[in-house]
């Protein structure tokens, strides 16, 4: 099933999310054995998770400011890196391919293959400027003497060679870690009721023999928590005192 609840896409209005749910089944894979509270959940409630744990970490107080000030989610920061410059569009059947000069480096393997996988590209002139896309790879070309990006769905227009983009560096992966984390939390109702699970749009949840229904949610929603390892995860980019001055 498509990931058609989560919007991944960095510095999007409208993003929910900062990983898929593939990326949140792999990084689940790699660290846990046996999840049932994960695995149990079908697509649907798997994506509904993340975008509620994306949205728990929007509590925590973050250091430097929003890249764009009308982005939902608090990542990209202004300091995250960016490629801009000129690009080049290959139609294909399924997608558009984005060359680049700066989108490949053979220095110390500096941008691997897929460096810019499950990232965002924005036009930022052009017929389709202001539209941004998922980006669903990234290669260097056969000869090395550009980069390539492949995204998800295209534009709305042929980009000509004349126009610019802008590529986001992939988010920390320290705020995804966090999120699937996040997310692990809610799944297995570490610090949510049944109230919290019918918010979240989550009507059933079934482990093994057990099946839990949250048909009769209370009328009032309960604060929600960080997970311990989310904001730990998190650490470096969160504020850790306040200033406070007189009116």
């Not at 409208?14 to 046996?34: I, K």
């Not at 409630?45 to 009308?70: C, F, M, R, S, W």
């Not at 802008?166 to 809610?186: G, N, S, Y």
């Amino acid at each position: 099933m498509a990931d058609y609840l989560l919007n991944p896409k960095a510095g999007d209005h409208y993003a929910n999310s900062y990983v898929t749910r593939v990326e949140a089944s792999q990084y689940f894979d790699r660290h846990y054995t046996g999840i049932s509270y994960w695995s149990n959940l079908n697509a649907t409630q798997q994506e509904q998770v993340l975008i509620q744990g994306a949205h728990d970490l929007e509590l925590l107080n973050y250091k430097d400011k929003k890249y764009y000030p009308t982005q939902f989610l608090s990542f990209p920061r202004h300091t995250n890196k960016i490629r801009t410059g000129t690009a080049s569009m290959v139609a294909s059947a399924t997608a558009f391919t984005v060359r680049g000069l700066n989108l490949y480096s053979s220095t110390y393997n500096a941008i691997p293959e897929n460096y810019f996988k499950y990232g965002t590209v924005v036009m930022d002139n052009g017929l389709n400027r202001g539209q941004s896309r998922y980006i669903s790879s990234s290669n260097a070309s056969i000869d090395g003497k550009f980069g390539e990006i492949v995204v998800s769905s295209p534009f709305n227009q042929m980009v000509a060679a004349s126009d610019t983009y802008i590529v986001f560096d992939p988010i920390p992966p320290q705020v995804k870690w966090a999120q699937c984390e996040q997310a692990l939390a809610i799944a297995e109702n570490r610090y949510y009721n049944y109230g919290d699970y019918n918010y979240s749009g989550i009507g059933y949840v079934r482990t093994g023999d057990l099946g839990m229904s949250f048909k009769n949610p209370d009328s009032t929603i309960p604060g929600r928590k960080i997970c311990l390892k989310a904001r730990r995860l998190l650490g470096r980019f969160t504020r850790k005192t306040m200033k406070y001055g007189r009116a």
